[in-house]
């Protein structure tokens, strides 16, 4: 299905999540955090009957099912939220002011592979991030239509994190403790083999660029 509801987005605001929301502490400030009350949005109730991880088209945010979702992105209006579906091999997008669930029409499915981020930038470009097996993971940009713009990186081993600066670099987080980045638009068929991207690795908690 082709998709033609995109507004312009803000560069930047996709990750995935791994466990935590990227960026909220650091933009509020550990001391300037206080409880807030949460709304689900989207996810249905599992235990409900009929019994299903799955998703459904056009559904309302409460019934429309994830299956391990594991990254967001929002658009720069907040009106569309978008979510890496991992064991479901799809792109989500939640049109929150119309409370209604939509599946990104990507065109070639085969490049979806245990989605784990998903970022959109100023053109519209959908980045994903795909964990795959575990060491054939692979960052594909599709543009609004569902159609490839470009395979940035495969052979990546444990995906797990993507952004994006204001420059259009693609940053994405591998093997655990390192990172990768990825001028736009660059075409890598294979991470191991490529000797000049900069890789940044923890050691104790303190972030090394090498």
């Known amino acids: 299905m082709k998709n033609t509801f995109f507004r312009r987005v803000q560069r ?62 929002i658009d720069s209006t907040g009106s569309f939220l978008f979510v890496a579906d991992r064991d479901n091999n799809a792109i989500r997008y939640l049109d929150l002011a119309a409370g209604v669930t939509w599946t990104f029409g990507i065109t070639s499915t085969n490049l979806v592979n245990k989605p784990v981020g998903v970022l959109v930038d100023d053109f519209f470009n959908v980045y994903v991030l795909n964990r795959g097996s575990g060491n054939n993971g692979s960052v594909v940009t599709f543009d609004n239509f569902g159609d490839v713009v470009a395979i940035n990186a495969t052979g990546l081993t444990n995906a797990c994190g993507i952004t994006m600066d204001t420059s259009g670099n693609l940053y994405v987080t591998v093997n655990s403790n390192k990172l990768i980045k990825l001028s736009p638009y660059l075409n890598v068929t294979n991470v191991s083999s490529v000797t000049n991207i900069p890789l940044i690795s923890t050691n104790n908690g303190h972030i090394q660029i090498r």
């Open 12 to 73: 930047g605001w996709g990750s995935a999540l791994c466990g935590v929301v990227a960026g909220v502490v650091s933009l509020l400030g550990v001391a300037n955090l206080q409880a807030v009350n949460v709304t689900t949005l989207g996810g249905g109730d599992p235990h409900a009957s009929p019994k299903y991880l799955g998703y459904r088209d056009g559904t309302t945010l409460s019934s429309a099912l994830f299956h391990t979702p594991a990254g967001l992105a």
